[in-house]
């Protein structure tokens, strides 16, 4: 792969009686009213990933789907063993791109210089694939989550894309909600709505809100029930791979804990493989009522895009892709001078399939694309593969 150097360039409720999309009686799903960027630098990950089971529409465990999605993380911090200049690497990557690519590259990492340039990226990526899929398709399908990833999101409502996304092709669900009123302040749809649905002209029958009328366990199966006949009309593709759901865009954010989703380190359910969506009572964090999709449904999507920005996410962006130790034998690095292309071939190590954080857990039937901002990504740039004259 060459090198790339350079820059690159209060929410209403409404209340039909069926659904618009799958026809059934509405009685979980609610519905409501939804190029260039400063990069530098760009890598490659090669997530140790297993062969596609075949063709199924039963549920796979959740060990076909996700074993060892990133059983080789790149280990970033060990190449300050190799005296790589600190100040002379940072003055580099922030003039120029890098391209760091595995054997088989599977994900890639974007590190952009601010949280603003990291929107600016995020909206191009994201409208360039809502013009493929309603091209292709006749509609885009996206996942969004909580958190701070509505905030990135900013730059879809603004010229150009307000104007150019076909906003009617797009079809709106959450990776997980809280089981709270929709117009509470927990309420993943609320944030939604107020930073982004409510600024663009996504029809109102097109975005899947839960039933929070349900308990969390039946706003669980009400959810998957809509899903399963989404999936039945088309709307939402199926994978050939797996048989379940796959989404066009998985829009993801994670926590200072590594947390995705309602996906929370050490719960047990990280390793539910029997439902598309699921149910939670006692959330590590508030409020304790959840629905979540699991992660064979995460992973059989044709994008996901993990999107990290500021000081807060550092310690845990660097375990997922960083780390500390480098056995000789297990990993073999080849480093190639500036001016040539950066080349890592990483093996991964056999105990790296256990005590995974839950983003370490995601990947793609399709691509894994992390975007991080300069200080998300500041304790893997304190150190680097790369060696400079």
């Keep these: 792969m060459l090198i790339k150097a350079g820059r690159l360039r209060s929410a209403p409720t409404c209340q039909p009686t069926h659904h618009s999309l799958c026809g059934l009686p509405l009685q979980g799903v609610r519905m409501a009213s939804w190029p260039s960027s400063s990069c530098n630098f760009t890598a490659t990950l090669s997530p140790s990933l297993p062969a596609p089971p075949a063709l199924s529409r039963s549920l796979p465990t959740l060990q076909s789907v996700v074993s060892n999605p990133l059983a080789c993380s790149l280990r970033l911090k060990t190449a300050s063993r190799i ?31 601010s949280e ?6 995020l909206a191009e990526y994201t409208a360039h694939l809502s013009d493929k899929f309603a091209k292709q398709r006749g509609a885009f399908t996206v996942v969004l989550s909580g958190g701070s990833l509505i905030k990135s999101l900013r730059k ?7 104007d150019t996304v076909e906003w009617s092709k797009w079809h709106v669900f ?15 749809y609320k944030l939604a709505y107020d930073g982004f649905l409510s600024k663009v002209p996504i029809p109102t029958g097109n975005i899947c809100t839960i039933n929070d009328a349900l308990s969390a366990e039946g706003a669980a199966d009400d959810y998957e029930t809509c899903l399963k006949h989404l999936v039945t009309t088309n709307i939402i593709d199926v994978s050939q791979a797996t048989g379940l759901p796959k989404f066009d865009l998985m829009l993801l ?22 439902q598309w969506v699921a149910f939670i009572k006692d ?28 000081a807060g996410k550092a310690k845990v962006v660097n375990e997922a892709l960083g780390g500390d130790d480098l056995s000789s034998d297990a990993r073999r690095i080849e480093m ?7 080349v890592v071939n990483v093996a991964p190590s056999a105990d790296q399939s256990s005590d995974l954080l839950p983003v ?30």
């Design 360 to 389: 370490e857990m995601v990947s793609a039937e399709g691509e894994l694309t992390w975007f991080l901002d300069s200080e998300a990504a500041s304790d893997l740039l304190t150190c680097s593969y790369w060696m400079f004259d």
């Design 174 to 188: 959450w990776v997980d909600e809280r089981v709270v009123p929709k117009d509470h302040a927990d309420s993943n």
């Design 253 to 274: 954010g994670m926590g200072p804990d590594g947390h995705v989703a309602s996906l929370f380190p050490r719960h047990p359910l990280v390793q539910a493989d029997k």
């Design 83 to 113: 005296g790589v200049n600190r100040k002379k690497l940072e003055d580099r990557a922030s003039s120029a791109g890098h391209v760091i690519t595995t054997e088989k590259a599977k994900g890639k990492v974007r590190v952009l210089d």
């Design 283 to 310: 959330s590590p964090k508030p409020p304790p009522e959840r629905i979540t999709f699991t992660f064979p449904v995460i992973n059989s999507s044709a994008n996901v895009a993990l999107v990290a920005a500021g």
């Design 336 to 342: 190639i001078k500036a001016g040539k292309p950066d």
């Design 156 to 162: 879809l409502v603004e010229t150009p894309y307000i």
């Design 116 to 121: 603003d340039s990291l929107a600016v990226s």
